[in-house]
């Protein structure tokens, strides 16, 4: 289970306190569905309806990929994406999982060539994902990698090396799909992009790289029954009533930080799922990482010192994954024979306690999020908390937390421009 620590952060709260009857109410509103973005309330249910629905087929088809080669090619941008990538990033694929490699996520053929560059002469399968079918990006991603698939295995290899994630019934992929004979595996209509990781999205490339999708929705069930807990104790709650008591104090961006490299997309992904689930109406806390002990000799300095309006909240793991004793240096020019026979985590936990301790003396709330262990069930876990939390925080914000109309801006004169060439 989550532990959410709010000592670095009590006496930021102000008189008032982290508003929990709000929360009590934004908790009673999420379970009626009576709230604002109620049609997208089926992230809640994920768990159950997949294991009824699809998760035999996902675990087939993640063997089938296996069994065909040594990469999948995961072309889908943001919510689409995020979450297969940070899962990955974080957990590593496991015994004869395939490599994955991302696409059209971008425009840059830079990156394009690199990812070419990097799958090389293996034998892969492509898993295009898309809820509307109709995204610039990995649409001409995929158009790139089908050309390239049909290449190099004609039109019948291709067509069983594709896997299409997309609406149960509409868009241009689904049409596609059906046209061609194409696996295809569901976005279900109620879910958001971000809230979509413990659904096909998320799920079949990482049953292609070989994780325990199976435990995760296991261990999903079990999260979101704990976390529909109606009290203080619930981590849920203890976050999201935290966070907006902080915002109310003026303190406008969160830093999600972790000591963990691995973790970087994980805050990726939670940055869109923050970013676009607040960020609207002229209100939202700002979504921001850093990766420490890195960062610490970059942002640092701006963390302890810049404008106060910071908060931060730092992920860690209760049980190490690694190990690595530090050795005895009979020279000793460093000086540090002293912490020789420790090992580095204990050094860390140390780094860790002071770094909490100098921002909070710097005027920084310190919010302390622990996930159990990082493996599938502490992965999982984090998805559940963060998406019940984000859920609460908008309600209390006072917003649909599951719309995201300002991004169609930028797609309508993107298409306008494009539009010259017709
Ligand atoms: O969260 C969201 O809704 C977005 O990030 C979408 O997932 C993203 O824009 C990709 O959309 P689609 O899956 O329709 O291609």
């Not at 090389?120 to 991603?141: Q, Y």
């Not at 292609?208 to 029954?225: H, N, P, Q, W, Y």
């Not at 961006?253 to 002229?282: D, H, N, T």
């Not at 996930?371 to 019940?388: H, K």
């Amino acid at each position: 289970m989550i532990k959410v620590d709010l000592s670095g952060a009590e006496k930021f709260f102000g008189a008032q306190g982290p508003d929990w009857a709000a929360c009590a109410r934004a908790h009673e509103t999420l379970a009626a569905k009576n709230g604002a973005g109620n049609d997208f309330l089926g992230w809640l249910e994920l768990p159950q309806r997949i294991e009824e629905q699809e998760l035999t087929r996902i675990v087939a088809a993640g063997k089938k990929i296996r069994a065909l080669g040594r990469a999948l090619v995961v072309i889908g941008i943001g919510g689409s994406y995020l979450g297969a990538r940070a899962a990955y990033d974080l957990l590593g694929r496991k015994g004869d999982g395939v490599e994955l490699f991302f696409a059209g996520n971008g425009l840059s053929a830079t990156s394009l060539r690199d990812t070419l560059a990097a799958l090389g002469d293996r034998d892969f399968c492509v898993n295009v994902v898309s809820k509307s079918g109709t995204t610039l990006e990995p649409a001409l991603g995929f158009r790139i990698f089908r050309e390239l698939l049909e290449k190099k295995y004609g039109a019948e290899g291709a067509r069983e090396r594709i896997f299409a994630t997309t609406d149960a019934r509409r868009g241009a992929l689904k049409s596609a799909a059906d046209a061609a004979g194409w696996e295809c595996f569901v976005v279900p209509d109620d879910v958001g992009g971000r809230f979509s990781v413990l659904s096909a999205v998320g799920l079949l490339p990482l049953a292609a790289a070989g994780l325990d999708v199976e435990e995760m929705i296991r261990t999903a069930k079990e999260s979101f029954a704990a976390l529909d807990e109606r009290s203080e104790a619930n981590p849920a709650w203890r976050y999201a009533a935290a966070r907006q008591a902080l915002y109310r104090q003026g303190k406008l961006i969160e830093i999600l930080a972790c000591y963990e490299p691995r973790f970087r997309m994980v805050a990726e992904w939670w940055k869109q799922l923050y970013g676009e689930s607040e960020g609207k109406e002229g209100l939202g806390i700002y979504p921001a990482s850093v990766e420490y002990n890195a960062d610490l000799h970059s942002m640092g300095q701006y963390i302890q010192e810049g404008p106060r309006d910071l908060m931060e909240t730092v992920v860690t793991f209760a049980q190490e994954k690694s190990s690595y004793p530090i050795p005895f240096d009979e020279k000793n020019g460093d000086g540090l024979n002293y912490v020789a026979g420790h090992d580095l985590n204990e050094v860390a936990a140390i780094a860790r306690a002071a770094v909490k301790e100098a921002h909070i003396q710097g005027g920084v709330p310190n919010l302390v999020v622990e996930a159990p262990s990082m493996d599938e069930r502490g992965f999982t876990e984090l998805v559940c908390f963060f998406e019940m939390a984000c859920a609460l925080s908008g309600y209390m914000e006072g917003v649909n937390p599951f719309n995201q109309p300002g991004v169609e801006a930028y797609k309508k004169l993107m298409f306008a421009g494009l539009a010259a060439w017709k």
